[in-house]
DNA sequence: TATGAATGAGAGTTCATTCAT
DNA sequence: TATGAATGAACTCTCATTCAT
């Protein structure tokens, strides 16, 4: 139905970047799609070229980054690493170079907030439904419980290491929005995040030295 | 200015919660003044007698609550606990009982989304310097750090702590939501938290028994 | 629904004048919402405060002049009148008066061509089933058949003087639109209609004389 | 200007009818150049290229249909026939026939309809003022008023034979768009055809037989 | 010759806000 | 105090038309 993807590839991550950014940050209903195609560097018309509304648009966007996060993010994931930090780190940053290519691609999950419109609350619905939670149980499945100090509760331990990994995403998104130049502290942030696994590990692992 | 004041508590908190509640889950720019009105059982004019402006009424539902936060909240915390994880209950118990008479007070972190409205975007960012980061650097001023374990880096940690505490505030919020009697469960919700607590405990202090 | 019924009478009637005039001169689809609000002299905001969509604008319209149709013509027809041009002229003096004061009303009928819209058409289907063939037949029943001709065919020329009748309606149509002043030559078309009955009764009816 | 008779005469054919489908059914204002460009099996840029404008196109198509009726039709009357209803019976046989190439002809009048195009208007009022109302006059002209009762106002029946054959018509149209083979009821055409003309006879003739 | 890409103008509709009472 | 009426600006989306190839 839509033709976003038999265009120029630049063209295509142009508006894909642009709506992503836009929905993400304003939700469905407040995005606007004369934002979109100002960013993306085109006439509003000829968005709707590309795809037949609004609707479409949002859901060809969520679809588009459903799959690159699957393919570009999840099948590069190595699962057999089942220590839990270097597990984290390895996904921390396949999803900062992720980030290069598509500066708001760790916002995708905002996509999925209830909106006004029932059609697409409702395909979220069956899209989430397939997809069963997507990304967190896999990410803290099988993972070396061995580690852990024996007197800790593994499920809540693994709760807050979670929050503690959104925290800190959103830490690292603030940093990239503060600054003009995201490549240029890749460094700095992975320093940091370097930082922080080591604190963790001390935290919740049983000392070698001891 | 505004002349929400000098009327009727019983209707100014209709008008406060109302706007709460649609300006925390909508966003300043989605929101809807008809929606406000209605939901105060008020009409649109009058609310726009009451107020000059939909800036004004966000920038006055902001300072409202964020003073109400500092003396129905802040002003009532006992500093003198130095043990952080009793501290944070206090803080829950605090929060829970103003959620009570302010259904959405729990939301109200979220009023300060960056908007399409640059005014109000400044706005936001005055307030928030003048403050410094509002909640968090007291909650965890003059802690008892001894209670850590020795190995531990207190700042990494109390970062830990606090995303761990942002993480189970939005379980609650979530609880709360999908509850119809939200009363019925603050004992259900007291219990989870302690078990927290407890983990949490075991992850960041000294054993106790070893 | 509408609130166009709680509103000062000159305004509406400028609303539905106007209304009219646009939907059956350009018929639903083309019609403009601009256009019709121009002329009646309101704003378009205020035109959608009144009516919630051009769809309801349309059928407000439709069943307004089709209700006024009913009460100011077809009630104040004198069906004790079996001579059926005589029947006639009392139509078109009728049909003339309304026009004064609504000047597109002649025109009614064009509202029921078919549109792109489902909807409208569905609706118009409801209420045509309703109605059954609104005006024309009951126009020609229990009419003194007497007078005609005794080797004429009585039905047939019944749909000989209908169509008569059809095409006289546009000539006094284009009558009124070619004139500024409609009100100067009511006796004019009077007079014409006067002519064609004194021959409709030449044609169809026994001569006296004879 | 056009192009459209430089090309091959099966695509101009498809264009044409297309476009006299749309531009009747629909109106000027309302027709699509998409839709024309589609039915007639073309990209719309093409059919750009062989017109230069809407506009153009609709001018063209009025053009071309009207000469085809006076070359396809009126110069195919046998004006030598005097008898009114034999002549109307030739005209609508040519009509039908025409009909079958061109299958929208019939309502070719639809497209003098008024308007949003000040400049369609003046252009169609232009060739209206040269042709003087192109059809009628003709096939009343110089017929045999010897057969008409002499009590008769000839000038007023022909008048009412000229509504009746246009209601007829629009018969025959409704008829043709509600069957799905419009070839196989061509005979039930004439025979309804033939009906009316031994009625018209009947009414406006001096009877033979007494 | 033939077409997909591209656009500005305008459609219906909603919104925050002001006015009159 | 309180409200319904009123509006201009902005929204999403479609259209006839032009451009580039």
């Keep these: 139905?839509?033709?976003?993807?038999?265009?120029?590839?630049?063209?295509?991550?142009?508006?894909?970047?642009?709506?992503?950014?836009?929905?993400?940050?304003?939700?469905?209903?407040?995005?606007?799609?004369?934002?979109?195609?100002?960013?993306?560097?085109?006439?509003?018309?000829?968005?709707?070229?590309?795809?037949?509304?609004?609707?479409?648009?949002?859901?060809?966007v969520y679809d588009y980054f459903s799959d690159l996060i699957k393919m570009e993010y999840f099948s590069l994931m190595n699962y057999d690493e089942k220590d839990i930090f270097s597990r984290l780190r390895q996904s921390y940053l396949l999803q900062i170079k992720l980030s290069e290519k598509y500066p708001w691609i760790l916002e995708f999950h905002k996509l999925s907030r209830t909106t006004n419109s029932n059609e697409i609350n409702e395909e979220l619905e069956n899209r989430s439904r397939k997809e069963h939670a997507s990304c967190c149980p896999k990410l803290f499945d099988e993972i070396d419980e061995t580690k852990f100090r024996k007197e800790l509760d593994i499920d809540k331990c693994k709760q807050f290491i979670l929050w503690s990994a959104i925290g800190f995403t959103n830490e690292i998104i603030e940093d990239i929005r503060n600054s003009e130049s995201p490549d240029l502290n890749y460094e700095l942030v992975v320093e940091k995040l370097d930082g922080y696994f080591v604190e963790l590990r001390n935290v919740f692992y049983t000392q070698s030295n001891e």
């Design 1 to 60: 139905m839509t033709k976003l993807f038999d265009i120029d590839s630049e063209r295509r991550n142009a508006i894909l970047n642009a709506a992503l950014k836009e929905f993400s940050s304003q939700g469905y209903d407040n995005a606007s799609t004369n934002v979109i195609a100002k960013e993306a560097g085109i006439s509003k018309a000829l968005m709707f070229h590309y795809v037949s509304s609004k609707q479409e648009l949002f859901l060809v």
